[in-house]
């Protein structure tokens, strides 16, 4: 978890290293290796979780990571977010970054037996609010791109394109990838991505103008390639599966679709190439319309407000005697607050004299109140003489 306190004179740091397993718990003998890692670190069968206020994790999380864990997040209060995903060797395609202009902020490397994708995106501007972000909300990601899911390399991408500040230039196709389908759906997961890298909302409602409404159909004829795998590797999914390898099933099927002959590619979806200048222009008019669309509907709001006030006055003026007669500085805030509102209402339905006549009488026997008194002449009231 993320907290930070920030005073006039003193900031205070905090900084997180969470892990989590998803494919199969720490053995007893895990448990003990990774509690023995730091005196910080709170460890369960499935999670650890490491904070700091000062010092530092003395290990490199990659490795932790990749001998221990699925998932990795660090934050600091100040930035430098970085969310790194463990897969079982082989399950993603090498080229799987390929064509992503991800500067260095992203590396996927490969193992004997995991492979690693690393988001690093170094020190973000801090945000201007408590974060609390968990890795449990981006697990999911693992998954999703195992399934053939990129919606979450696109975000990171748009991520990356925005640090490296390329809203005025055009980019070179070979380096814009496709826009995913279903953009305009994004995962719980996600959108936590998003949140965590910054990604503005009208940037990703940019991209989701271009993106297919589903993604397309691969249904795989698993009865029909079974058939195709030679007995060697049928008898070697079934030693594995009897020892409880995780996401076997997805290698399986994997491997399956390498010997379909007219297999599909759904890790690579077809979609438009939209260069990242055309997309941050896009962005500047949905936000322009937004912004617009909110200033109408509060502007709406706001005269409905008005509305009411006008139609039931009465109600309004006793909320103003019952606040007044508290004798309170609260009291006294209050029933300015409701006048400088039904004055505003008389202002809007051009009944200015009824309501001026109206706060004369009304307000003359609250003229022994110096207080209350003052705020009203802070609010240019026409006062009555006493």
Known sequence: MVTFFAARCSFFFMFTYEFMT???????????????LSSHIEVSSTHALIEYQWGNFKHDPI??????????????NWGSPELA????HGILPAELINGYDLDEFVTFTRHPDYDILDIHFGEMESPDEWIDYELGSLISIRDELMDGDLRSLYVVWLASQRMMGNGDEEDDEINVPPVPPAFSKLTAAQQALAELLQVPQELLAAAAQHSQATAPSTDDDVAAWVKLLPP???SDYLIRLAHNEPRLSRLLVKELRELNPRKASPIFPRGERVPYATLFAESRTIKARQEREERERQQEIHQQHLQDIHDHQDNYWHQVDQAVTRGSGAGYDEAVRVLIELRETASHFQKNQEFQERFSAWVQPHLRRPAFVKRLQDRAFALPER
Request: proline share 6%; glycine share 2%.
């Open 232 to 234: 060697d590797r049928c």
């Open 22 to 36: 998803s494919d199969r718990p720490l053995t007893r003998a895990q448990l003990d290796a990774v509690n023995a």
């Open 85 to 88: 995903l463990r897969f079982p």
């Open 63 to 76: 490795k932790v990571l990749y001998t221990f864990f699925d998932g990795f997040l660090y934050w600091a």
